[in-house]
């Protein structure tokens, strides 16, 4: 056990619909990270949370959106899903600037059928 | 922006062999941290090694070493006594540093290494 828990470990949903994952980061970590891996792209950085507020955007789109809680628990959201949305998505966590880099979750393997 | 290039799609290496991934990167920054991730089938992110750019000493972690060339912006991964369960998808990531918030990993594609017996 990592540390970071990610719920749920599967999802499979239709087209068009909309999902919520959810993820805990490693105890006294501030900063949460949304990474997505699918097969083409490798992993690609979504989104970073700060003690609660937006710090990074990477490779986003309009259609998923993220917040991170009081406490420091983050939802990724994703709507309008398309078949090219399946994919692995990776929580992180990290104390800030340090050097052991992230922790990251088990993944949400995400399958939209 | 930094990038990071893995040139190996795959290699392979029998069980007890030594093996050597590379990974090159672009940037501007001067501090920063660089990363070795294994991605074994179970799909968990595993942090390998890491280095931080203003120390000159190569990190090791038992089978696990690097070669770092700042000037050449090379970092590749050293794996002696390869074991069978060293097989697995090997991501190179670079970090700025400098923030107290952290920033984002870079990741390159990864290697896809196979330890046969």
């Known amino acids: 056990d990592s540390g970071v828990t990610q719920t749920p470990k599967h999802l499979i949903t239709a087209t068009g619909q909309r999902v919520t994952l959810r993820c805990s980061p490693r105890?006294?970590?501030?900063?949460v990270y949304w990474y997505q891996q699918s097969l083409d792209q490798g992993l690609q950085f979504l989104i970073q949370y700060y003690n609660g507020e937006e710090r990074a955007k990477g490779n986003i789109l309009e259609r998923f959106s993220a917040q991170q809680f009081p406490d420091l628990h983050s939802e990724l959201n994703l709507s309008s899903l398309e078949l090219g949305d399946s994919a692995l998505y990776f929580c992180?966590?990290?104390?800030?600037?340090?050097?052991?880099?992230?922790?990251f979750g088990s993944g949400t393997r995400l399958t939209v059928v | 922006a930094q990038t990071v290039t893995q040139s190996q799609p795959e290699m392979s290496v029998q069980e007890a062999e030594t093996v050597t991934l590379s990974c090159t990167y672009d940037?501007?920054?001067?501090?920063?941290?660089l990363f070795w991730y294994k991605q074994p089938p179970s799909r968990q992110m595993i942090l390998v090694i890491r280095q931080e750019a203003y120390k000159q000493q190569n990190a090791t972690e038992n089978r696990f070493s690097v070669n770092f060339q700042k000037a050449a912006k090379s970092f590749s991964l050293k794996i002696s006594d390869s074991q069978l369960g060293d097989t697995a998808m090997y991501f190179c990531?670079?970090?700025?540093?400098?923030?107290?918030?952290?920033?984002?990993?870079?990741f390159g594609k990864g290697t896809s290494l196979l330890v046969t017996p």
């Open positions: 992180a966590s990290s104390g800030g600037d340090s050097n052991y880099g992230y922790t």
């Open positions: 990531a670079f970090m700025k540093r400098g923030s107290n918030s952290g920033y984002a990993l870079n």
């Open positions: 105890s006294g970590d501030l900063s």
């Open positions: 940037t501007s920054e001067n501090n920063y941290y």
